[in-house]
């Protein structure tokens, strides 16, 4: 029983250790837009980093920023000296005309940004490694591309492109905006997006290894596209599409799902 | 018996083509003193090298004294007897203090700006493989000076010992020494080690940098600093314990041109220790940097 006692001590200050060193310090960007009332642009692209975006009831941008690391920490070494650690952690937004541009300098840490945007907003996100890219409540177009980690949009209005190679993309739309066509493509991860149940679309399809589903009534196209092709030299090559065609509520414009092996799941909100 | 015939010819060759290579070598001692005007309290001295050493003392003593040795290398003598010449230390005596430099075919000195370059591109009759050169500079100081700037570019490393002044050093291929300083100060190198000590601690500023090197600076345990540092590959260490980190500067600028405005948070990192009164800036590429007391 002591011993129990002991344990759970120790444990305790482990992680209350724990969480002292993980203290971080937020650096905080505010940015104010050119015209407030009319909706705005985001571009963020980086390679080391995470990136949360939500819409907010607000007319500025707001930038947080903060490394894994935490911003500034002092360690003690062995010889009586203590090591100052602060990131290297540079950021820089542009504004221009409502289109705002958030640029980070050289930084091997990784940095996560959350930033808050208002409503009308569109975005351009895009990451490669140590990340995730999340957005929320935004009305707009959103552009995401992340390489190995997952992409995740809630609550949506408008349109969105997604693609990732080694995780998975999980959108939830609100609404659609009519007559635009949207993108989902992923390489090893499942693809699972939640559409409101009265968009009207053509669905084109393509899923090498894994399954396909969804609770729509999707009319499947029997015919499959054959091409024909006959090269310089002569040679004539034929060869079947393997796209899968369908629509839903009567067809639309094209929404595709592309994936190598994973499933994609279409559902009905 | 061929073959020693050839080896010895071969031998007799190579001590030919070895002879040509030996160089032929000169050192002169040069000795000055220089008077130091005191206008208003207020005096000063400059020192700058180009290849070679410079250290710098203070001494009880009413005026500047030089202490230096020329080394001139050449080929043969007549290469020799032109680096003699051309090379030599020159003092420019002025209202407030005495500028000392080295004088060369490539030296362009401003006396009114008190401005020094050696720009060779500009003197291109002077083909300076004729013969080499260096000259290592002891100067002796006052007590009483109150700015010092010295600087080096090639072959040596630059020490200064026991000034109470401000001080502005400078070195390119060398290292860079200050000891037992009481006084502001600027200390510059490319590739080489900073190290500074203070026996009082400066009160408005004190800039290191370096770009291969490392920075050591020692000051006195009361210290009152605002610190500014900035490194790519190094480490920030010191044994202070009252160290507040201070909120990264936001900088704004606005582009008239394209109607855009950026905003900016820089990767200068800034402590305070104490009260923040002095303002101490290090910078290095790679290097770590040390504050101690």
């Given at each position: ?7 759970i ?11 002292i ?12 837009l050119t ?7 985001l571009?963020?692209g ?12 607000g ?15 002092i ?5 009586g ?17 409502n ?11 990784g ?31 959103i ?28 959108i ?11 993108a ?22 393509k ?16 015919d ?46 | 018996m ?25 050192n ?14 207020y ?6 090298n ?27 003598e ?12 020159k ?16 030296a362009?000195?401003?006396a ?15 083909w300076?493989?004729d013969?080499?050169f ?6 002796k ?5 109150d700015?010092?700037?010295?600087s ?6 630059l020490k ?77 260490f ?7 980190f ?24 800034s402590?305070k220790i104490?009260?923040?009164?002095a ?6 590429l ?8």
């Open positions: 029983m002591k011993n129990l006692k002991l344990i001590v120790a444990l305790l200050s482990i992680i209350m250790i724990g969480a060193g993980q203290e971080s310090q937020k650096q905080q960007l505010i940015v104010p015209n407030p009332d009319k909706p705005g642009t571009e963020l980086g390679i080391n980093c995470s990136i949360f975006v939500s819409g907010y009831n007319k500025e941008v707001i930038v947080d920023a903060h490394t894994n690391n935490g911003i500034s920490k360690t003690t070494t062995g010889n000296m203590k090591k100052i650690t602060t990131s290297s952690m540079s950021i820089e937004v542009e504004e221009r005309d289109k705002v541009e958030v640029s980070s300098g050289i930084n091997n840490e940095i996560i940004f959350e930033i808050k945007v208002p409503f009308n907003f569109s975005l351009e996100l895009s990451t490669v490694n140590n990340g995730e890219i999340k957005v929320e409540n935004v009305n707009g177009e552009n995401a591309s992340n390489i190995n980690g997952p992409i995740t949009i809630h609550n949506v209005n408008g349109l969105v492109s997604a693609s990732t190679i080694n995780d998975d993309i999980k939830t739309f609100d609404k659609v905006t009519p007559d635009s066509p949207m989902f493509s992923t390489l090893n991860g499942d693809i699972d997006i939640t559409f409101p149940a009265n968009i009207k679309a053509n669905l084109k399809i899923n090498d290894r894994g399954d396909t589903y969804t609770d729509f009534d999707v009319v499947l196209s029997k499959r596209k054959v091409n024909n092709e006959t090269s310089k030299k002569g040679v004539y090559k034929v060869s079947v599409d393997e796209w899968i065609y369908g629509k839903i509520n009567g067809g639309g414009p094209e929404y595709s799902f592309k994936n190598f092996n994973g499933d994609i799941t279409i559902r009905k909100k | 061929k073959t020693h015939k050839t080896s010895v010819l071969f031998s007799f060759l190579c001590m030919l083509f070895s002879l040509s290579l030996i160089a032929i070598e000169s002169d001692k040069i000795n000055e003193s220089y008077a130091i005007p005191e206008i208003d309290g005096s000063e001295v400059y020192i700058k180009l290849h070679g050493s410079v250290t710098v003392e203070s001494y009880n003593g009413k005026t500047v004294v030089i202490e230096a040795t020329k080394t001139i290398t050449a080929k043969n007549n290469n020799l007897e032109k680096g003699k010449s051309q090379i030599n230390l003092a420019y005596e002025y209202d407030k203090g005495v500028f000392i430099y080295l004088d060369h075919p490539c362009d000195f401003n009114e700006e008190l401005e020094l370059c050696y720009n060779c591109n500009e003197h291109r009759n002077f300076n493989k013969y080499e260096n000259i290592d500079i002891l100067v100081i006052p007590k009483d000076v700015f010092v700037e010295a080096t570019v090639n072959k040596g490393e200064i010992q026991n000034l109470s002044c401000n001080l502005n050093v400078s070195n390119v291929n060398g290292s860079l020494e200050v000891k037992n300083h009481s006084g502001n100060i600027d200390a510059t190198t490319v590739n080489g080690d900073v190290t500074v000590s203070f026996i009082s601690n400066p009160t408005s500023y004190a800039n290191f940098s370096t770009i291969n090197g490392t920075i050591e600076v020692k000051c006195l345990k009361q210290l009152s600093a605002k610190v500014n540092y900035k490194t790519m590959h190094g480490d920030f010191t044994n202070y314990d009252n160290i507040e201070l909120a990264n500067k936001l900088i704004k600028s606005e582009n008239k041109h394209h109607q855009s405005t950026k905003y900016k948070l820089g990767s200068i990192k402590f104490g009260k923040g009164e303002d101490f800036s290090f910078k290095t790679n290097g770590d940097m040390y504050l101690k007391n």
